[in-house]
């Protein structure tokens, strides 16, 4: 089996001295996993970081084998935030649920484009808020959709608000996430907006799926 694409490193681990296992999220495969030989040669290893984009080779024996993978930087993205830490925790959050929420080999390519609108995002004023609503269009790619005026009453709603209560008043969700026009949205806000998020992907898609809630997330959330 061979063929060539282009796509974004997801994860990298260790296999040998020289080699790692890699995932890439690619334009026409969607996920797929193999081993770059010589990983660790100042070729590779410089550009070898989560999130940055490649194009790259594939090549296996037969289509169960296990593959590897000849690579070349396509353009360098991650580097960029090395310096900030909260914007970094955020890519390596965004690549790991894209690993964790995806399948082998299942073409994607509303969730391929969503990628670079990530790297746009994280250049705005406002990009907390933007990732919020980045992460809900991910997980509606993926066959989850959630809306937030199924959970309160709209007559309720008033745009003086930042909470409205949900119909059993056990939760007060932010107004922003019901009406998305709030341009100014405060940190407090924020946080609880990205907890209720949390909580939709941990009780409506990890735990069905036996899938442990991601430590990168609680990384990210603790330095929001």
């Known amino acids: 089996m061979k063929f060539e694409d282009k796509g974004f490193l997801l994860n990298k681990n260790k296999f040998n001295e020289n080699s790692s296992i890699v995932e890439f999220f690619t334009e026409n495969k969607g996920k797929v996993s193999g081993i770059i030989y010589g990983a660790t040669s100042s070729k590779i290893k410089n550009f070898l970081f989560i999130g940055n984009h ?30 900030d830490k909260i914007k970094l925790n955020c890519i390596l959050y965004s690549f790991n649920l894209i690993k964790i929420l995806t399948v082998e080999n299942q073409l994607n390519l509303k969730i391929y484009n969503h990628i670079f609108k990530l790297y746009e995002l994280l250049n705005k004023d406002d990009w907390i808020k933007k990732f919020i609503f980045w992460e809900l269009e991910f997980i509606k790619y993926v066959g989850y959709d959630i809306n937030f005026k199924d959970y309160i009453d709209e007559k309720k709603i008033e745009t003086k608000s930042s ?62």
């Not at 609880?192 to 990168?216: A, M, R, T, W």
């Open 163 to 224: 909470y409205i209560s949900t119909l059993d008043g056990s939760k007060e969700i932010p107004i922003f996430l019901i009406e998305n026009n709030k341009e100014i949205v405060k940190r407090d806000e924020l946080k609880n907006g990205f907890k209720i998020v949390g909580d939709f992907l941990n009780k409506s898609i990890l735990i069905p799926n036996n899938i442990n809630y991601p430590i990168s997330r609680t990384e990210f959330f603790k330095l929001i």
């Open 54 to 83: 490649f194009t790259i080779q594939f090549n296996s024996k037969t289509q169960n084998s296990v593959g590897y993978f000849k690579v070349e930087i396509d353009k360098i993205f991650t580097p960029f935030f090395l310096d």
